[in-house]
């Protein structure tokens, strides 16, 4: 795709010259340099959401209905158009296109990235949400399988495990948004040029995260 640490840079400087916010350096890095789609999301304050349903589910979690998804590729100029209609959105990646996620409790997940760190295997980009989760980034179809890959690792009833997987028709919040009023989502691991684009197969990673999930509720 042509990413460069000069594209990084270009974008970051253009984004400096013409007063654009965070939130349309960081939707231009992701749909330009790591070819991810982006989705306008809601925002949350004293428990209400930018919705404006009073019986919203998800306050400030949640993609804006009425906002179309940036696609990969756009440039910062087209993503400060598209955020300009939707002033003050949240950041929000919608899953099981670029990637699907795997999700564990935070403390398991640190536990776990530091180990998958040390035994030198790819990995891909990783967040923490203010709700104490953390998000690890894999090959699309993750989601699906996640049942059967578990099952050939021997966790023949994997329900007690605090971990799943997100796959098509969910959405994630990418840093640097608040997520439901709570606080900012952030990187544990942020992207980096050889795994953004293509995160690691599941399998690669599951052992461990089920592991030490696992000890961590023991």
């Not at 009073?54 to 955020?83: E, Y």
């Not at 989502?185 to 293509?198: H, M």
Request: hydrophobic residues 40%.
């Amino acid at each position: 795709m042509g990413f460069t640490i000069g594209g990084i840079r270009e974008i970051r400087s253009g984004a400096r010259r013409r007063g654009r916010s965070s939130e349309c350096t960081a939707v231009a890095e992701f749909t330009g340099l790591w070819g991810w789609d982006v989705v306008p999301g809601a925002r949350a304050a004293a428990g209400a959401c930018s919705c404006g349903r009073s019986d919203c589910g998800a306050p400030g979690a949640h993609p804006l209905d009425f906002a179309p998804p940036v696609p990969a590729g756009a440039t910062l100029d087209d993503v400060s158009k598209a955020w300009s209609e939707f002033p003050g959105a949240s950041v929000m990646l919608p899953v099981g296109q670029a990637f699907d996620v795997i999700e564990v409790a935070e403390p398991a997940g640190r536990r776990a990235l530091a180990r998958l760190e040390r035994m030198g295997l790819p990995l891909g980009p990783v967040t923490a949400t203010p709700e104490g989760r953390a998000h690890f980034f894999v090959a699309p179809g993750a989601a699906a399988e996640l049942p059967e890959l578990l099952y050939r690792l021997g966790w023949d009833d994997p329900t007690h495990l605090d971990l799943r997987g997100l796959g098509p028709g969910t959405s994630i919040t990418a840093p640097p948004s608040d997520r439901g009023g709570l606080g900012p989502v952030r990187w544990l691991r942020p992207p980096e040029l050889d795994t953004a684009s293509k995160p690691p197969a599941a399998r690669l990673l599951l052992g461990t995260l089920a592991y030490v999930a696992h000890r961590s509720r023991a």
